[in-house]
């Protein structure tokens, strides 16, 4: 394998980490910014972007090794200490996804119930849920973790069958929210859900079909190269090969969300103007090939809502 694949890879990751920190940041800041994104469902996306602009830090270690210091391993107990955040939120993100999954499958299997629900309660439970998740994770990295040298990114510190272990409980997630998503197309197809509902439900399910593939992808990428023995360097290019499909989609919830969801479009593009970067560009962009015609609709709504109450307002 090229010599020169590991560079460019590690470049790749650098930047594909600095894209990921920051839009999963402008997604926080969107929900934080617009109260009209303070439900539950919301409040799980920002929690879910929140974990995922701090787990791809995770992998930078590695990165920030090699163009300091080239391949060289480091003591695996201080790589624990440096991945530890990082490896908590990743377990916020995993489990983040069927908790938004469920939301979903409540909001629409139950429309009265969850709009009359005791909300600290609810966010009780879903936190709990998710810590719990977070701390089975971290109980199997603990309990199989031995001294040594790696590479320092949170993979290889899931050592020995902690690895295992790791890897089926995210598939046990992903598989149940796959149920959970198809259950709730289902409901949405032959029931009555307002368009507010329909319309958050198709953000989420792409953003889902985003990270499904990312996965599987990896998931796919590790099979085919399992067995082979490899020279350290060929073998560490293979990782950040495995790796790269799922990184590229936690990079990809921003831009998804910009093109299906009217709600979060409308606040990135005022944070856009903040940034001078749209300035010369209506509030209201025309609709993308993702977006739904009733999604459509809503953007010419709220523009003529706007218009006609600033003209009461002379």
Not at 48 to 62: E, M, T
Not at 196 to 206: D, G, Q, V
Not at 218 to 236: A, M, W
Request: aromatic share 16%; with cysteine; charged share 15%.
């Amino acid at each position: 394998m090229d010599t020169d694949l590991y560079f460019w890879l590690s470049v790749l990751w650098a930047f594909l980490i600095i894209i990921c920190f920051f839009d999963n940041l402008l997604i926080v800041w969107a929900i934080v910014q617009n109260r009209n994104l303070r439900g539950p469902c919301f409040v799980l996306i920002g929690i879910s972007s929140y974990a995922d602009s701090i787990q791809v830090f995770g992998l930078a270690p590695k990165i920030f090794t090699y163009f300091l210091f080239g391949l060289k391993p480091m003591d695996a107990r201080t790589c624990l200490y440096i991945e530890l955040i990082p490896l908590t939120f990743n377990g916020v993100s995993n489990f983040t996804v069927i908790s938004i999954a469920l939301d979903r499958l409540f909001a629409s299997v139950s429309p009265s119930m969850y709009a009359r629900k005791n909300i600290p309660a609810y966010y009780a439970v879903h936190f709990v849920l998710i810590a719990g998740y977070t701390a089975l994770q971290l109980s199997h990295l603990l309990r199989y973790f031995d001294d040594g040298e790696v590479h320092c990114t949170m993979s290889p510190i899931f050592m020995g069958y902690a690895r295992v272990l790791w890897f089926l409980q995210a598939m046990l997630t992903y598989a149940a929210s796959v149920v959970i998503y198809f259950t709730v197309a289902i409901i949405i197809r032959y029931r009555t859900i307002t368009l507010k509902e329909t319309r958050l439900f198709h953000s989420l399910m792409y953003i889902f079909l985003s990270m499904l593939c990312g996965y599987f992808l990896t998931c796919f990428l590790g099979v085919l190269s399992g067995g082979e023995l490899r020279e350290e360097r060929e073998q560490l290019t293979m990782d950040m090969l495995i790796g790269t499909p799922m990184l590229i989609s936690l990079c990809l919830n921003y831009f998804i969300y910009y093109l299906t969801s009217a709600e979060l479009r409308r606040t990135f593009q005022y944070q856009l103007r903040l940034f001078r970067v749209m300035n010369n560009i209506p509030l209201i962009t025309p609709v993308h090939s993702f977006t739904t015609s009733s999604t459509a609709n809503s953007d010419k709504n709220y523009q003529n809502n706007a218009h006609s109450q600033r003209h009461q307002k002379k």
